[in-house]
């Protein structure tokens, strides 16, 4: 058995993403976790979900019952936390013929949503015990154990480095992107709309996929200060 992501578009145009298995059946644990997740862009939510079936596809390699090890209380062997985290590790786990690895950046996101999940499943799992406490210390050690694993590999990939438009990048920017302005790429009919997309990213900071997550109620005239 395997999990993949499926995406749902509504009526309305609204996208919401579901955990299936191989049998198109959505397993409970892992969309109830996902239907915690609020206020965040679909692709935030898609991004969270890719990494937590690349959890369970690992797990159903190694032939793990991932819930069931939490649900006891008995977690992850150290040898299975180390082939854990060098699959997190790991761009492509489908291909063979050559090994890249993802980012640092990339592979601490990932080890962050693996222990999200499990301490999820861990809450859910101890509302039902009568050792509620003793049972939520046992597993918090084997979790707190999975961060050191995933601490000492930190990625194999190039770390990722940010650099910002410089003064005189972000003045042509803005001045191609000027509704008037001959050197203008886009159409007449949607000039407006990416310069004031351009602007909002350059004076705001705004994310990608915030930006695309904004509705027109989302701007006020009026503050309380």
């Known amino acids: 058995m395997t999990f993949y992501c499926k995406i749902l578009v509504l009526p309305h145009g609204e996208r919401h993403v579901l955990i299936c298995n191989s049998d198109e059946l959505p397993p409970i644990y892992p969309n109830t976790y996902l239907a915690a997740v609020f206020n965040q862009a679909f692709r935030t939510k898609l991004i969270r979900a890719k ?3 690349n959890l ?3 797990s159903v390699d190694l032939n793990i019952d991932l819930i069931e090890r939490i649900k006891s209380g008995e977690g992850l062997l150290f040898g299975e ?3 854990l985290a060098y699959r997190l590790c790991l761009k492509n786990t489908k291909s063979t013929d050559t090994v ?3 980012n640092q950046s990339n592979f601490l996101g990932r080890g962050r949503e693996t222990v999200k999940f499990l301490t999820h499943l861990m809450r ?3 509302e039902t015990r009568r050792d509620e406490q003793s049972y939520k210390d046992k597993v918090t050690q084997n979790l707190t154990e999975l961060q050191d694993v995933l601490a000492s ?3 194999r990939g190039v770390k990722s480095v940010r650099e910002g438009l410089s003064h005189t990048e972000r003045l042509h920017l803005l001045s191609l992107v000027a509704e008037d302005s001959p050197s203008n790429p886009f159409q007449l009919s949607v000039r407006q709309r990416n310069a004031l997309i351009i602007r909002l990213l350059l004076q705001t900071g705004i994310r990608i996929s915030e930006l695309l997550a904004l509705r027109s109620d989302c701007c006020k005239k009026e503050f309380d200060i």
């Open 153 to 155: 590999n930190r990625g």
């Open 51 to 53: 990494r937590v079936v």
């Open 81 to 83: 936390m180390e082939s």
């Open 56 to 58: 369970l596809n690992w």
């Open 100 to 102: 890249e690895y993802v």
């Open 124 to 126: 859910k799992f101890a």
